[in-house]
C-alpha cells in the first residue's frame, strides 16, 4: 500500500491525525516552529511509530514560507543545512533519527522547476546524512537532483491540491486549488495509488509517478480527509 505523510507541527491538532500517517514532515524554524513545537512533533512520530523528517523553507514566517525569496544556491543551502540540523538536534534527545528532508511551500515548488536550486537543496541534503531520504514533487527538478547526488527519493503526490495539466500544482491562489471535501480526496488518492493517474483542474488527467501521498494538516477538514483517504487506499 502506498504511504500517507503529513506536514506538521505547524499549530494544527497533529496528535488526531497521527494514527493515519506514514511518515511526517515537521516544521523546523524557517516558516514555523521552534525548540518545543519540534519536540513535540517529533514525540508524537516517536509514539506511532512514525517516519520523522524535516521541513525546511525559506525563513519567512510573515507569508508562512510560501513567497519565494531570492536567494543563492549557497544561502538556499544554509538554510535547509541550519533547519534540518535544528530538527536533528531535537531528535537525538527523543531518541529519533530523521528519515527525509522535505522542502516546505514555495521552496518546495522552485524547486521543482529550478534546477540549481534543486542542487542546492539535494546536495545540503547528502552533505548532511547521505542516507536521509530526499522528498519532491513527482518527476520534478528536485527529484532528478536527489537522483543525480546519489540521494534516495521519494515521488510525492498530494490528496488535498489540485494539478496542472504539467504535473505541478496549482498555485493556491487559484479558485479551487484545494481539495477540502474528503471525498473528494479520498478518491483522488485511490485513483493516484491504482493507477498513477490525476485529473487537472479544468478537465483531464496526467500520470505522474506516486511513491508517498501527502495531506496538508493545515487543510480545512484535515483530520476527516486523513480518515477518508487512509481507508480509500487501506481498500485498495
Known sequence: MIELNADIGEGCDDASLMPYLARVSIACGGHAGDAASMAAALRLAAGHGVAAGAHPSYPDRSRFGRRALAASGAEIA??????????????????????????????????????????????????????????????????????????????????????????RLVSRETPGALITDPGAAAEQARVLAQSGLVATLGGGAVRIRADTICLHSDTPDALNIAQAVHAALNRG
Open 78 to 167: 544554509a538554510w535547509v543545512t541550519q533547519q534540518t540540523e535544528a530538527l536533528a538536534e531535537q531528535a537525538v534527545r527523543v531518541g529519533l533519527r530523521l528519515a527525509h528532508v522535505k522542502p516546505h511551500g514555495a521552496l518546495y515548488n522552485v524547486a521543482a522547476r529550478d534546477a540549481g536550486v534543486a542542487l542546492a537543496i539535494a546536495r545540503a541534503v547528502a552533505a548532511l546524512d547521505p542516507s536521509l531520504v530526499l522528498v519532491g514533487l513527482a518527476g520534478s527538478q528536485l527529484i532528478k537532483a536527489g537522483q543525480a547526488t546519489g540521494l534516495l527519493v521519494l515521488n510525492e503526490v498530494f490528496a488535498d491540491r489540485r494539478y496542472q495539466p504539467s504535473g
